[in-house]
């Protein structure tokens, strides 16, 4: 146990415990339950943001912190704003809600909401696991529903963050329909949301499509290293010649310009050596690379 650590916060920690974490955390409350609730470690995290975010922790453990610690749940130091999990449930975040109401308009010190916070946790993959409950994404964006048209202090929006972790049209959607502006926001570095999409673990043709289909400007932009979302796009191994043509044919241009390290599309994509669709996605770059080459050369000539 670290010197800045209570016993409630190793209790809060505990995973798959059952009935008994319910009862430890109830012995705990009863002997100098508000000093353990109040004590924050360096770094900066209470026994309720280390419950929160314990993705394994028993029902029932969650309401009986709340309880003890509705005070604290108002403040700006909210639990909610520091951690929100994937895992947790749609119940769970319509008990915090009655507990502290407007906690879920709260932002921590990168200005992020809790919206961009769920979104920011876990990632999706072709097995579907470990996925963003929808029920859950709905409630907290019912919330605190101006969190889908914010930019944090990086420049990202919710929209961003949740194209880079998870591959979900109808969140996309969603997202779209309270923010429509959102979708032509940059981050710091330059970054679009296509971008984002196109960097995803598990990049979606049918979030790209919808995304083109809005915005279609999106795959002529680059980031602050003249990079287009194709370049991103060709460097995931899990992309797929689909998309690769999709994302092409929306800015043809985009297969013979170099980034700021003199590297085309194509460069990225045989990089991807282990990738088994190689050949199929080399084809559907090269035809339009050769294209885009012949149509440079009869301009010049």
Known sequence: MGKDELPLHLAADL???????????QLLLESNGEEQLRKRTRGGSSALNRLIANDKRTPGCLQLLVQNAVASMASKDNALVHQLPVGITLAEVQFLAAAA??????????????????????????????????????????????????QD???????MELCS??????????????????????NGKGYNVLHCACNAPEPSLEVLQLLL????TLAA??????QFP??????????????IALVLNAHPDA???????????????????????????????????????????????
């Open 165 to 186: 972790r998870w591959s979900n049209p109808e969140a996309v959607t969603l997202l779209l329909k309270h923010a429509p502006k959102s979708i032509g926001c940059t």
């Open 221 to 226: 932009q680059q980031t602050k290293w003249l």
């Open 101 to 150: 109401p407007g906690c879920f308009g709260m932002h921590n010190e990168q200005g992020q909401s809790p919206l961009h916070l769920l979104c920011t946790q876990g990632r999706d993959n072709a097995r579907g696991t470990n996925a963003l409950s929808m029920d859950v994404f709905r409630a907290v964006l019912a919330y605190y529903p101006a969190a889908a048209g914010e």
């Open 153 to 159: 202090r990086s420049g990202h929006t919710v929209l």
């Open 255 to 301: 297969a013979v310009q170099l980034d700021n390290n003199d590297r085309l599309p194509l460069h990225f994509l045989l990089e991807c050596r282990s990738r088994p669709n190689l050949l199929q996605c080399a084809n559907a770059m090269l035809s339009v690379h050769n294209e885009q080459q012949r149509c440079s050369t009869s301009k010049g000539g």
């Open 213 to 216: 289909s809005r915005a279609p």
């Open 230 to 243: 194709l370049h991103l796009l060709c460097a995931n191994a899990n992309s797929t010649a689909e998309q």
């Open 15 to 25: 995973r798959d415990w059952g009935d008994a974490q319910v009862e430890l955390i």
